[in-house]
């Protein structure tokens, strides 16, 4: 059974005493967690071991880092590595975020790079893709999205893919408020599966886990998540508002 999966993406967000308080107001909530239900908070580097603590012994909840290095270790100032997150007990890492991939020039080639690196240190990448609005409104999307899987993701073995969280992510939705509708997702979500079905086949394609990313929030969570092949979300502005996140972890399937 595929794992459903409600991610948050702080960004470049809050203070340590705003993402402690939201840590612990978020954790005081139920929620029903299992080994395919799960939710995986991306918090800032500063508060990944704060976050990491908190989490600790709690079923179902992850932290995950925004980004992390090529390279094992070495003379590379400000970087950090995936041993280094591995080390202090983060599980999954977001990688070629459109953020990255647009304001610090991230190519495909270079986020294989950083796929194989995070999948040798037994960590879960999250890896973002997604159209602009002009490859949108061109009608393009499926292919573009397509090569930025084939240059990143495609070397990796069957085994190695099904151990990927893919998000879709279109750059039209993000922080814009104008969410796909779900039907948008859905047509993007099983094209993606149909991809992966192509290269991997079809029993490897049902395993992997498609989020939906851009304007999700408590009010629309249950109806994309209700797709068939959305998987859950990568949440932006509304998991800083622990009320609202909940709202979305409860909509996962
Ligand atoms: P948003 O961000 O939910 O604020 O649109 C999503 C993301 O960038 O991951």
Not at 45 to 71: D, H, M, S, W
Not at 167 to 175: K, S, T
Not at 239 to 247: H, M, P, Q, V
Request: a negative charge; one cysteine or more; hydrophobic letters at 40%.
């Amino acid at each position: 059974m595929r794992q459903q999966i409600a991610a948050a993406n702080w960004k470049m967000n809050l203070t340590y005493d705003n993402a402690e308080q939201l840590l612990d107001k978020l954790l005081e909530k139920s929620y029903t967690l299992n080994a395919n239900r799960k939710v995986v908070m991306a918090v800032p580097f500063p508060y990944l071991t704060l976050a990491v603590n908190k989490v600790k012994g709690r079923e179902g909840i992850f932290i995950a880092a925004q980004n992390c290095y090529t390279k094992k270790n070495g003379a590379y100032t400000g970087e950090t590595s995936v041993e280094m997150l591995q080390s202090i007990g983060v599980e999954y890492i977001v990688i070629g975020h459109s953020e990255r991939r647009e304001y610090f020039n991230e190519s495909n080639a270079f986020l294989a790079e950083k796929v194989n690196i995070i999948l040798e240190n037994n960590i879960t990448p999250i890896f973002c893709c997604g159209e602009s609005l002009t490859i949108r409104e061109a009608g393009t999307q499926n292919e573009f999205v397509d090569n930025q899987l084939k240059e990143s993701l495609f070397h990796l073995s069957a085994e190695q893919i099904t151990k990927v969280v893919i998000a879709y992510e279109p750059i039209w939705a993000i922080g814009t408020g104008k969410t796909a509708t779900s039907q948008q997702a859905q047509d993007i979500h099983q094209h993606i599966r149909s991809t992966f079905a192509a290269k991997y086949g079809h029993d490897v394609a049902q395993e992997i886990t498609i989020l939906y990313g851009g304007s999700v929030k408590g009010n629309n969570a249950a109806e994309l998540f209700g797709m068939q092949d959305v998987d859950g979300g990568l949440v932006g502005g509304a998991s800083l508002n622990a009320d609202e996140f909940a709202t979305i972890i409860n909509a996962l399937k």
